[in-house]
DNA sequence: TTGAAAATGAATATGATTATCAATTTCTAA
DNA sequence: TTAGAAATTGATAATCATATTCATTTTCAA
């Protein structure tokens, strides 16, 4: 269920920081993996508690943190809400439906490159970039019969 | 100072929903003009405060939204910190120092092709996008010498 | 097993934005 | 011009998301 890379990633980072490894921790991170999607800490919270009721807001903002400090999560802001997903190696945009809230993960080099001649033309060195695009799903869109 | 055409559109929005004319809506119109920039509210406040030190920062929102809903002003957000820009007639998106926090705006109709390309591969409407390009502008950059 | 260090979770603090409300200002209509 | 209804102001309080504090509990190394 948890990709062992990832569980190593986290022990190895806790290991150099002197962080001890707790229940709450463990929880957090199955909840995390098991779930696909990008949720807001409210949420992962409401994930979590499903398995411990008991466990507060405040561990989950911390392990959260903690899990993309390791390069786990990614933290992202949508509209103002900060979204945890998972970390991926490449990196990828997004696209969001805006009546049901989907989210959809995109690459475009194409346009990546586009971005750095931008910069060029403006005398920046390009170091990272935000791109969300909004619209509506398939199946939010009223179909014409 | 300030153009006539927005000038008027203020007043017809104002005249539509039956608000008031004051001296503090004036300042702040008139501040709004006198910089060509993308300010964050505190910062427009400050502006404003050189022409009435007493002017409130309740005011400073209230009119700045108010200027938005007339179409004379554009909020924004960048890396959680709203901003208030003057609005175009053209669709751009932003180039940010992450240095000195020089903000350069720009306008590619190669990437809105792609955005709707992408888009139309995942049968998504495209409604509005929002794209920002972090780096290091040339002023901020060490020369090489 | 023990004690130092860290983690938890409840509560409180923070910072940005929004709402409240009494006092003031604007504007319409007589 | 003036009266009064409606809107605005600005100080303050409320709200919301996130971050911090701290006493208590848990972890872990020796």
Chains 1, 2 share one sequence.
């Not at 979590?48 to 390069?71: F, H, N, W």
């Not at 970390?87 to 690459?107: N, Y």
């Amino acid at each position: 269920m948890i990709p062992t890379d990832k569980k190593e990633a986290l022990l190895a980072y806790m290991e150099e920081k002197g962080f001890h490894a707790t229940r709450q921790r463990d929880i957090i991170l199955k909840e995390f993996f098991r779930k696909h999607r990008h949720l807001t800490i409210e949420e992962w919270l409401a994930e979590v508690r499903k398995s411990d009721p008991k466990i507060g807001y405040a561990t989950v903002y911390r392990t959260l943190k903690l899990l993309s400090e390791c390069g786990i999560a990614f933290k992202r802001e949508f509209g103002g809400q900060v979204r945890y997903e998972h970390a991926t190696d490449h990196h990828h945009d997004h696209l969001i439906c805006m009546r049901c809230g989907k989210i959809v993960e995109f690459e475009n080099k194409q346009i990546e490159i586009l971005q750095e001649k931008v910069c060029k033309k403006y005398q920046f060195k390009l170091t990272t970039h935000k791109m969300e695009l909004y619209g509506i799903c398939r199946r939010c869109t009223p179909s014409k019969k």
